[in-house]
């Protein structure tokens, strides 16, 4: 069975700051992996997937990640965070190709402190 | 940019009663899902639905959970007698067919049952 796991429920990182959140998964088959970004009172936005064409993702708003199959991780970076990259951030892993059975971490509040 | 569209935002419901939770998914989206998330919790997947019939569930979708896709635009969730532990806030999704498109969520309906 798949599963993730996101390291750290609260994240906070001073503006300017490097963004790292942590994303372990597990699956039984190579696996497709995204993240997600919800806003306050808003739905969950995709921000980045892994389908096996680059190990190295990019994403919208200066987000990318690197997917390690020897980690079995799929962390998500930004080199300098904004204000407006305050949300929670979900990691999500899915073994089907066609219909998105997403099976998702329990998520990463970031907060960005001025 | 076309979005998924849920109503209502919020439903409040007593205990035993029957909701129904719509959506409006994206026009030329032919895969319509629901995913849950209980406050605190991880979100979840609960159904799928492709050409008119679920195409997978979880163990959470029970015999008390159905999906219907009513007329041409509308993908609707009803629960037939809610209970305490149905609140959540419910997301509606819908993708394109295939090569691992990307699902387009929703803002969410907060159901809460008293």
């Known amino acids: 069975a798949q599963s993730v796991t996101q390291l750290g429920s609260h994240v906070s990182v001073s503006e300017g700051a490097l963004v790292l959140l942590r994303c372990n998964y597990s699956s039984s088959v190579p696996p497709y992996l995204f993240w997600y970004v919800q806003y306050p009172n808003q739905g969950l936005q995709l921000l980045l997937k892994y389908t096996s064409a680059a190990t190295l993702v990019k994403g919208i708003n200066g987000f990318e990640a690197e997917f390690k199959k020897s980690e079995t991780s799929f962390h998500l970076t930004k080199p300098s965070a904004h204000m407006s990259d305050a949300a929670e951030y979900f990691c999500?892993?899915?073994?089907?190709?066609?219909?998105?059975?997403?099976?998702f971490g329990q998520g990463t509040r970031l907060t960005i402190n001025p | 940019e076309p979005e998924v569209t849920q109503t209502p935002s919020h439903q409040v419901t007593q205990m035993g009663q029957e909701v129904i939770l719509r959506c409006v998914p994206i026009s030329n989206h032919l895969y319509f899902y629901w995913y849950r998330q209980i406050l605190g919790q991880k979100v979840e997947f609960l159904v799928s639905?492709?050409?008119?019939?679920?195409?997978?569930k979880s163990e959470i979708f029970d015999d008390q959970f159905s999906v219907e896709r009513p007329d041409g635009s509308n993908f609707t969730l009803k629960i037939r007698s809610t209970k305490l532990e149905d609140s959540a806030m419910y997301f509606c999704?819908?993708?394109?067919?295939?090569?691992?498109?990307?699902?387009?969520f929703g803002n969410g309906t907060r159901l809460t049952v008293t």
């Open positions: 639905f492709y050409n008119n019939e679920i195409s997978e």
């Open positions: 999500a892993v899915s073994e089907s190709e066609g219909a998105q059975k997403l099976v």
């Open positions: 999704a819908s993708s394109v067919v295939g090569d691992n498109s990307p699902l387009h």
